[in-house]
């Protein structure tokens, strides 16, 4: 059975425990996986563009096609869309995104004019659609390039991510207890709240994050600058 889903990004204010089942997010039939909350999966394993755990909770997840597909009258060519990006409501369920099978470039092309993505849940062999924001990136897609891309449509979408809580048991991506959550501000209006991706394995800071962080707190209200700062003293 199928059933729409949106993909606004209006709804990520609650966040689920830290103690919460995780659930596997696999990419089939071309479907690879870019990002997760604008971290790219490099950061989880050399396999992590085709599946990944991640505890229950809201998530943003960055997409794109790539597979061999035939030219008419030529061989077969490597297709490569754009990058895509929808939200998801992960649970103990695995879930699996997936596009139609598409043999030709005629046929790809004419898909992602207008593309839905399909999301399984396995567990319940049950099938939601997905319309994704397809997201421009200059270049080839590096993990730089893609976390820039996904760094400027969070901001210019007012979406705000939240500072969890670090685990050292396990790299995954794990989302803040509900009640110590603080969100960064961005303007007057009540800003997106979405789980920020933790992997154990990376001390570096990423950049594209701390810019954003950084312009949040600059436009910040002084009232919310204190309380963001009390926060961070509490979790320190």
């Given at each position: 059975m199928k059933?729409?889903?949106?993909?606004?990004?209006?709804?990520?204010?609650?966040?689920?425990?830290?103690?919460?089942?995780?659930?596997?997010?696999?990419?089939?039939?071309?479907?690879?996986?870019?990002?997760?909350?604008?971290?790219?999966?490099?950061?989880?394993?050399?396999?992590?563009?085709?599946?990944?755990?991640?505890?229950?909770?809201k998530y943003q997840i960055a997409v794109r096609y790539e597979n061999e597909v035939r030219r008419t009258g030529t061989k077969n060519m490597l297709y490569t869309s754009s990058m895509y990006v929808m939200n998801l409501d992960v649970g103990k369920d695995a879930l699996s995104i997936s596009i139609p099978n598409m043999r030709y470039e005629s046929q790809a092309n004419a898909f992602f004019r207008d593309p839905t993505w399909t999301v399984t849940n396995l567990a319940q062999n049950r099938e939601?659609?997905?319309?994704?924001?397809?997201?421009?990136?200059?270049?080839?897609?590096?993990?730089?390039?893609?976390e820039s891309a996904l760094a400027r449509y969070n901001e210019s979408?007012?979406?705000?991510?939240?500072?969890?809580?670090?685990?050292?048991?396990?790299?995954?991506?794990?989302?803040?207890?509900?009640?110590?959550?603080?969100?960064?501000?961005?303007?007057?209006?009540?800003?997106?709240?979405?789980?920020v991706v933790t992997p154990a394995v990376k001390s570096v800071p990423n950049q594209a994050v701390l810019t954003q962080l950084q312009t949040l707190y600059k436009t910040a209200?002084?009232?919310?600058?204190?309380?963001?700062?009390?926060?961070?003293?509490?979790?320190?």
């Open positions: 059933k729409s889903l949106t993909t606004g990004l209006l709804f990520f204010s609650t966040l689920l425990p830290l103690t919460a089942q995780a659930g596997l997010v696999s990419a089939v039939d071309g479907v690879e996986l870019l990002a997760v909350n604008g971290k790219a999966m490099e950061h989880f394993g050399a396999k992590a563009d085709k599946q990944v755990d991640l505890p229950a909770g939601f659609e997905v319309k994704g924001d397809r997201i421009s990136a200059s270049g080839f897609m590096t993990a730089e390039n893609v979408n007012n979406v705000a991510f939240v500072i969890p809580q670090i685990q050292t048991n396990a790299p995954t991506v794990a989302p803040v207890p509900s009640a110590s959550t603080v969100t960064v501000p961005t303007t007057a209006s009540t800003a997106t709240v979405i789980p209200t002084p009232e919310e600058k204190k309380a963001f700062r009390r926060w961070i003293i509490d979790h320190e």
